[in-house]
């Protein structure tokens, strides 16, 4: 897996966040493709405009709590793309509530629940898992 690249993109409006991310990133060795979208419109733009390209993302991490279209709301617009292609989900959120780890267990695209900040060995793990 080490050589193929990985394509990641990180929905998430907190720039402080994604500059976490993107150093956990390079720290993994792993050849990793990292897109980040501010909100889920831009998000679901991007996954438009790459859909039939080698750069669609393999796995998404989505923040719940963002502006225009928040994590649920990218969601609910990713399934109305009927994307068939394989792409694992998993909500980022420094949410701690137990309803929004329930409600993500209600969208079968979504793999997990990670609770911020994103930790190495916990990225790793997402991309050993990816096919």
Do not use: C
């Not at 060795?29 to 889920?40: D, F, I």
């Not at 949410?95 to 979504?110: H, L, R």
């Not at 997990?112 to 190495?120: A, C, D, E, N, R």
Request: avoid cysteine; proline fraction near 2%; charge should be negative.
């Amino acid at each position: 897996m080490m050589d193929n690249k990985i394509n990641l993109l990180v929905i998430d409006d907190d720039d402080i966040n994604i500059f976490i991310i993107k150093k956990i990133v390079e720290k993994t060795g792993y050849n990793v493709n990292m897109v980040s979208k501010a909100n889920g419109l831009l998000a679901i733009d991007h996954l438009k405009a790459t859909l039939g390209h080698t750069d669609f993302p393999q796995l998404i991490l989505i923040d719940i709590n963002m502006p225009v279209l928040n994590g649920w709301e990218f969601l609910d617009a990713y399934d109305a793309l009927n994307i068939t292609k394989k792409v694992d989900m998993y909500m980022l959120s420094s949410s701690v509530y137990e309803n929004d780890i329930e409600k993500a267990k209600t969208y079968a695209k979504v793999k997990g629940f990670i609770s911020k900040p994103l930790s190495i060995e916990r990225l790793i793990e997402l991309f050993k898992l990816l096919d």
